[in-house]
């Protein structure tokens, strides 16, 4: 029940500070942490501020009435006792039209803000952000997620943020309650002493966001004294909106048409007001008046059950109809066993959300609010039926914490979708005008009482679907689970066996993986030799360039894709190189007949989400995104602390439920914005594959197969506490074979000897499966990274070697034997020769027609990528080769003799 409630009321609330914060950090990401604490506090206030000025509006009645009915109160005290002053008072009362229990009016705002205050205070004191960051005031660091303890006398820490937090309130109590009956000034002190007392030793980030809180309402109670509020409520919002229309604007790769959009919102928001008081002053009046004749007819019917009806559709229908497709999968996630209290939790959520907090307000104003607000209800209930269900996306997999496998889904869809769902909002209003005829009213309030009971009925036969199946399965499930094994996962990787007279190749991509680490991390781990045995470590290799995007190409699609090759190209796009790239060796073996299958392939179309589209002319390739998609599976098998897989499913389910229901052209927006960091570009975001490399191999391939498989894993610059169980290698085990000098150089080394040890276990697991002899394995990097390795040392410049050094290893067919070291002069791009050598494979490229060739004879150009972040050179051409210019380099690379400065 406690639960249920907290869900009902607090959780909507803490919900929007959660959106607010999101949206802040994400689209204003140059305000910092304290910005974003300062804007979230502004939002919620000013979305807060019409149920305040009405809660004041109310108090400031009962203060009139309890100040007008005192002195009668106080004659009849002095003149009556027992039982005759009772019935005085009753009397008074009764003729007064009061009732004593109508005292309780006067505490309203403080009844209203205590749900506020809880939402903040469990968002923000678990805020993952805040926690680790620190605000620099020169004279004092505070770190957000811990008390500021700026003095301390004994062993008693002052604290003077809260202190600060108290002053400030107590200085608006002043100002609010001039006039004020001593009950209610001995009422607002205690409750700043309250705050004083439940803040004292909370993180700085929340006492800052109660600071502002505080600040608002002195301001408030300020403007509202001076009679001016309206206009600085106005004058403020417009601010903001403009704030929010240069963050967007500002935005990497946003459509002309988006600013467009909110630039032309943010005029409209300015000249509206000012053109109904003057251009459309007589036909303002008409309108107003006519709205004043709908709404003093009682809409309540129709905001009820327009409020149930999304109530249901969003919290129940939604939910339950995703789940039930999969319930296993949703089942024994963290401490949640079944998974019908995800659906159970939506509901709880969306009747809070969408009736609790609705009603509430419809009850606290009047008829004209009470009509826009039955309005509102209505038109989001049918346009959220028809974008499920008329404008719907297709999904495809959705994993357990609600994160799309491609999130190009929201990309390239009809301008209907933009357009329809606009003219049916518009159509609901105005069949909502109509509804001022009682028996339409009638009418359309039956209609949505039958939609909720389809709606009801349709829940209760998926959620049977869910409770049944998770019931027969139910032993299995937690047995599985006390036994902490993960979920059995789905083959992606499809080999063949040594006796099918088939044979594999595997091009394994490790982004930013650092070769000089292999003979350390094959000495720590010893039994890596016996791994790794028939490779051939490369030790003299070098990449063209010290970023995926100038790096990459070659390595994908051979020395034609140098950046100087590339630019010799002028008249193509940048990204289309790029695509061409990443499919030459999937077309040369695709051409051969073999099986081809391409995972999380490297910048695809140089877009910063997920797009594929380049790979679609080959439907006979098997190409996906792993990056996220066992994410969750690898916390629950780690045991990693903090990130509780069902809080993040809980949470966002029924982001996906509001994803769904929401006009189709912001889908994509909100998504980005609230899908949980877990989904981002984490360490075991990308490592999850590969820790679940073997369970995601099969050996049933009756084919010959070509796999590449791309892994962000050896990506990371910082060390996370969270890797799980296990994962975090000392610096005590480093040290004796890695002279690291900084943080920096030991999270590159411990990722990279994370993933060789992974793909070392899979190796094993290829030899037990009799399917090592026939797979020829290629491990590789685009390039590495400017850290402190040893090799270079005594460079002028340690860290242009250390950029450039590429990972290269290589096992061919039947090769056996211990590791070798080769020191003959390679490049990443020598991948495709390595890939295809003895194979009955063209020469030729099959996008140019032209031969492929190894271009090593004197110098090779590696070049600095000017511009790294693919997104914004998505519409160049060439790469600026000249402004950070590159390296000549020949032979020896760690000779410095054998690198020269190209200007």
């Known amino acids: 029940m406690g639960t249920f409630l907290y869900d009902l009321i607090i959780s909507p609330i803490e919900t929007v500070v959660e959106w607010s914060f999101l949206f802040v950090t994400d689209k204003m990401p140059f305000i910092g942490v304290l910005g974003a604490v300062v804007g979230v506090s502004l939002i919620i206030n000013f979305l807060a501020l019409p149920l305040y000025i009405v809660a004041d509006s109310i108090k400031d009645r009962e203060r009139g009435v309890q100040l007008k009915l005192?002195?009668?109160?106080?004659?009849?005290?002095?003149?009556?006792?027992?039982?005759?002053?009772?019935?005085?008072?009753?009397?008074?009362?009764?003729?007064?039209?009061?009732?004593?229990?109508?005292?309780?009016?006067?505490?309203?705002?403080?009844?209203?803000?205590?749900?506020?205050?809880?939402?903040?205070?469990?968002?923000?004191?678990?805020?993952?952000?805040?926690?680790?960051?620190?605000?620099?005031?020169?004279?004092?660091?505070?770190?957000?997620?811990?008390?500021?303890?700026?003095?301390?006398?004994?062993?008693?820490?002052?604290?003077?943020?809260?202190?600060?937090?108290?002053?400030?309130?107590?200085?608006?109590?002043?100002?609010?309650?001039?006039?004020?009956?001593?009950?209610?000034?001995?009422?607002?002190?205690?409750?700043?002493?309250?705050?004083?007392?439940?803040?004292?030793?909370?993180?700085s980030g929340l006492v800052i966001y109660w600071i502002c809180n505080n600040l608002f309402s002195l301001a408030k109670n300020i403007f509202q004294k001076s009679g001016y509020g309206s206009k600085v409520v106005y004058g403020i919002f417009a601010l903001m909106l403009l704030l929010v229309c240069l963050a967007i604007s500002f935005q990497k790769r946003v459509a002309a048409v988006n600013i467009m959009v909110v630039w032309s919102a943010l005029i409209l928001f300015l000249l509206v007001p000012l053109l109904c008081k003057t251009v459309l002053k007589k036909q303002f009046l008409?309108?107003?008046?006519?709205?004043?004749?709908?709404?003093?007819?009682?809409?309540?019917?129709?905001?009820?059950?327009?409020?149930?009806?999304?109530?249901?559709?969003?919290?129940?229908?939604?939910?339950?109809?995703?789940?039930?497709?999969?319930?296993?999968?949703?089942?024994?996630?963290?401490?949640?066993?079944?998974?019908?209290?995800?659906?159970?939790?939506?509901?709880?959520?969306?009747?809070?959300?969408?009736?609790?907090?609705p009603a509430a307000i419809y009850k606290m104003f009047g008829n004209r609010v009470k009509y826009f607000l039955s309005l509102i209800l209505f038109i989001l209930f049918v346009s959220a039926l028809a974008n499920v269900y008329l404008f719907e996306y297709e999904y495809g997999n959705i994993s357990q914490i609600f994160a799309f496998e491609n999130d190009g889904i929201f990309r390239n869809k009809s301008i209907l979708y933009a357009i329809l769902p606009l003219l049916l909002a518009l159509f609901c209003a105005g069949l909502f005008f109509l509804l001022k005829n009682q028996r339409l009213r009638s009418f359309v309030v039956s209609a949505i009482v039958i939609v909720c009971i389809a709606e009801g009925a349709l829940g209760l036969y998926k959620s049977k679907i869910i409770i049944s199946t998770y019931n027969a399965n139910k032993e299995n499930l937690l047995a599985a689970k006390n036994d902490g094994k993960p979920k059995k996962l789905e083959p992606v990787f499809h080999l063949a066996k040594e006796d099918s007279g088939k044979k594999n190749v595997v091009v394994i991509f490790l982004d930013r993986g650092i070769n000089s680490f292999i003979p350390k991390i094959l000495t720590q781990y010893s039994?890596?030799?016996?791994?790794?045995?028939?490779?051939?470590?490369?030790?003299?290799?070098?990449?063209?360039?010290?970023?995926?995007?100038?790096?990459?190409?070659?390595?994908?699609?051979?020395?034609?894709?140098?950046?100087?090759?590339?630019?010799?190209?002028?008249?193509?796009?940048?990204r289309e190189k790029h695509n061409e790239a990443s499919l030459v060796m999937p077309k040369l073996f695709l051409d051969a007949g073999w099986k081809v299958t391409i995972t999380d392939p490297p910048l695809p179309?140089?877009?910063?989400?997920?797009?594929?589209?380049?790979?679609?002319?080959?439907?006979?390739?098997?190409?996906?995104?792993?990056?996220?998609?066992?994410?969750?599976?690898?916390?629950?098998?780690m045991n990693i602390k903090g990130r509780e897989i069902d809080r993040i499913c809980k949470k966002q389910s029924r982001n996906f439920c509001i994803i769904q229901a929401m006009y189709p052209k912001a889908r994509m927006y909100f998504y980005n914005v609230v899908k949980d960091p877990v989904n981002e570009t984490t360490f075991e975001n990308h490592y999850a594959s590969l820790y679940f490399f073997n369970e995601l191999t099969d050996f049933d391939s009756a084919d010959n197969n070509y796999l590449f498989i791309e892994n962000d894993g050896t990506h990371p610059d910082a060390d996370s506490p969270d890797w799980g169980e296990n994962c975090f290698i000392s610096e005590e085990e480093i040290k004796p074979?890695?002279?690291?000098?900084?943080?920096?150089?030991?999270?590159?080394?411990?990722?990279?000897?994370?993933?060789?040890?992974?793909?070392?276990?899979?190796?094993?697991?290829?030899?037990?499966?009799?399917?090592?002899?026939?797979?020829?394995?290629?491990?590789?990097?685009?390039?590495?990274?400017?850290?402190?390795?040893?090799?270079?040392?005594?460079?002028?410049?340690?860290?242009?070697?250390?950029?450039?050094?590429?990972?290269?290893?290589?096992?061919?067919?039947?090769?056996?034997?211990?590791?070798?070291?080769?020191?003959?002069?390679?490049?990443?791009?020598?991948?495709?020769?390595?890939?295809?050598?003895?194979?009955?494979?063209?020469n030729i490229n099959p996008f140019t027609g032209r031969e492929f060739t190894q271009k090593k004879d004197g110098e090779v150009h590696a070049y600095y990528s000017v511009q790294h972040n693919q997104t914004k050179i998505y519409n160049n051409k060439t790469f600026d080769l000249d402004s950070k210019g590159g390296w000549a380099v020949k032979e020896n690379i760690f000779d410095e003799n054998n690198w020269r400065r190209l200007k």
């Open 527 to 574: 039994d890596l030799q016996k791994s790794f045995e028939g490779f051939t470590w490369f030790k003299n290799s070098l990449s063209f360039g010290d970023f995926t995007t100038t790096g990459g190409p070659a390595m994908l699609g051979g020395y034609e894709y140098s950046p100087e090759e590339i630019n010799a190209r002028k008249d193509e796009l940048l």
């Open 605 to 637: 179309n140089y877009s910063d989400k997920t797009d594929l589209s380049a790979f679609k002319k080959y439907p006979e390739m098997n190409v996906s995104e792993l990056a996220g998609k066992y994410s969750a599976n690898y916390i629950a098998a």
């Open 286 to 357: 008409a309108l107003s008046n006519k709205i004043d004749e709908c709404a003093r007819k009682s809409y309540w019917s129709i905001f009820i059950t327009s409020a149930l009806a999304l109530a249901l559709f969003m919290g129940f229908l939604l939910p339950s109809s995703v789940i039930a497709t999969s319930p296993i999968e949703f089942s024994c996630l963290g401490q949640t066993d079944s998974p019908f209290n995800y659906v159970s939790g939506c509901l709880a959520f969306f009747l809070g959300f969408c009736v609790f907090w």
């Open 70 to 203: 005192q002195k009668q109160a106080d004659r009849i005290k002095s003149a009556f006792k027992g039982d005759e002053r009772f019935m005085m008072m009753q009397a008074m009362y009764a003729e007064n039209h009061y009732h004593p229990v109508y005292s309780l009016r006067s505490s309203l705002s403080i009844l209203i803000e205590i749900p506020f205050f809880i939402a903040a205070y469990r968002y923000l004191s678990h805020n993952e952000i805040l926690q680790s960051a620190n605000l620099n005031l020169g004279f004092l660091t505070l770190n957000l997620g811990q008390p500021d303890h700026v003095f301390k006398i004994g062993s008693f820490f002052i604290n003077i943020l809260p202190i600060t937090m108290t002053l400030i309130n107590v200085v608006s109590s002043m100002i609010y309650s001039r006039g004020a009956p001593r009950k209610e000034l001995v009422q607002l002190y205690g409750l700043s002493l309250v705050f004083l007392a439940l803040l004292y030793n909370s993180p």
């Open 737 to 842: 074979l890695y002279d690291y000098k900084d943080s920096k150089d030991l999270v590159h080394y411990r990722v990279n000897a994370l993933c060789i040890k992974a793909i070392g276990k899979w190796l094993d697991y290829l030899k037990d499966n009799h399917a090592y002899d026939n797979t020829r394995i290629i491990v590789v990097s685009d390039h590495g990274r400017g850290i402190h390795l040893e090799e270079f040392k005594n460079f002028a410049d340690y860290e242009a070697p250390a950029f450039f050094s590429a990972m290269l290893m290589f096992k061919d067919f039947d090769q056996r034997g211990s590791v070798k070291t080769d020191e003959n002069f390679m490049m990443n791009a020598d991948t495709i020769f390595l890939a295809k050598k003895g194979l009955d494979l063209s």
